[in-house]
């Protein structure tokens, strides 16, 4: 029953800027550890953002200052809003939500459940 949907993606250019969603249904999102990952092709799985339930918020050096990880809890959506996009954020990016651990972070073990993932793709 827990299911997360991701969307937003799309391709544009470089310094552009797009806002990924990610709508939870079978749970209260704010109430659990929620995050933000991106994969390249050929590259492992990277932690982008975290939002903690105490509302605490860790991200990634790559994208400090650009990218912003919020919450809308009428609509149980989590967001990541993304600016001054660079190629290199180009990846597939996912999003995840933890229930076991009082804490979580960047690291993928935190997480239990995944979404699809939505692509991401800027051009120079």
């Known amino acids: 029953q827990v299911q997360l949907v991701e969307s937003g993606g799309g391709s544009v250019q470089a310094g552009g800027s797009l806002r990924l969603s990610c709508e939870a249904s079978?749970?209260?999102?704010?109430?659990?550890?929620m995050g933000w990952f991106r994969q390249a092709p050929g590259k492992e799985r990277e932690g982008v953002a975290t939002?903690?339930?105490?509302?605490?918020?860790i991200y990634a050096d790559s994208v400090k200052g650009r990218f912003t990880i919020s919450e809308d809890n009428a609509k149980n959506t989590l967001y990541l809003q993304m600016n001054s996009l660079k190629p290199e954020d180009t990846a597939m990016y996912y999003c995840?939500?933890?229930?076991?651990?009082?804490?979580?972070?960047?690291?993928?073990?935190?997480?239990?459940?995944w979404g699809q993932g939505t692509q991401v793709t800027v051009s120079s």
């Open positions: 939002l903690r339930s105490d509302g605490s918020t």
């Open positions: 079978g749970y209260i999102l704010s109430n659990n550890c």
């Open positions: 995840a939500a933890s229930f076991f651990f009082p804490d979580c972070g960047l690291a993928r073990k935190w997480y239990n459940y």
